[in-house]
């Protein structure tokens, strides 16, 4: 029943619908659709997709060019910034011979108001003298751990039953000390900026940075870790 209060029949408003249909298909103006025939002609000639000349990973670690090629893609930096990983490399610099001698002496004495002093750290690469390079820090908060360390780890061929600890980044400094010449096994959080920074922020844009958490060495220095410059 319509509006009027009319009985309309179901088979009326189905005529009614397939004749406004059928004239609004007479009325229209589009053309038929014509089915094209498949290209015949010369196929384009398209450059091959590059290939990646980069090792990613070295079983389960990453390689230092592989993970920073990662961290550039913009399809795999989300699996490496910012988060818990492991690098494979040697250590091809330290900055504990170059400590300066103001920076070196016991835990609980502070440095001189005029000593400047980088955070301890080292660079690990692919190979003994290769570029790039991917800095690691937060093993040890300043020289007097590392001296600590140093004096404890003395001589030592086995790690002492309780490692150096290093309260403020609440880690074990490692035994080792970190030497160049070492094939080592990085764990830490991995991106562009260094996580425990206190002060400044520390960072790299071009190969990121090491947050340490662990390392394990696979093949020793030539030579401990040594101050060149203490008194």
Aim: proline residues 9%; contains cysteine; aromatic residues 8%.
């Amino acid at each position: 029943m319509n509006r009027l209060g009319f009985l309309v029949s179901p088979s009326l408003v189905l005529a009614l619908a397939l004749s406004a249909t059928a004239t609004s298909g007479c009325n229209t103006n589009d053309e038929p659709y014509k089915a094209s025939p498949a290209w015949t002609g010369r196929k384009p000639s398209l450059p091959a997709p590059p290939t990646i000349s980069v090792t990613i990973k070295n079983g389960d670690a990453y390689t230092v060019a592989g993970v920073i090629h990662q961290l550039h893609s913009r399809i795999h930096e989300k699996e490496v910034n910012g988060k818990e990983l492991t690098i494979v490399g040697y250590i091809v610099e330290s900055n504990i011979p170059t400590a300066p001698a103001c920076a070196i002496h016991d835990v609980g004495k502070k440095d001189p108001e005029n000593c400047k002093s980088e955070l301890p750290s080292f660079w690990i690469a692919d190979t003994k003298d290769g570029k790039p390079r991917i800095r690691v820090l937060g093993w040890a908060k300043n020289f007097a751990t590392v001296y600590e360390a140093m004096k404890k780890y003395d001589k030592l061929k086995e790690p002492p039953k309780e490692l150096v600890k290093d309260e403020l980044f609440s880690v074990e400094v490692p035994f080792p000390l970190p030497a160049v010449g070492a094939k080592v096994k990085v764990t830490g959080s991995y991106g562009f900026a260094f996580t425990k920074a206190t002060t400044g922020v520390v960072s790299d844009p071009d190969t990121g940075v090491m947050t340490y958490k662990k390392v394990d060495q696979l093949e020793p220095a030539s030579a401990p870790a040594a101050f060149q410059n203490k008194k």
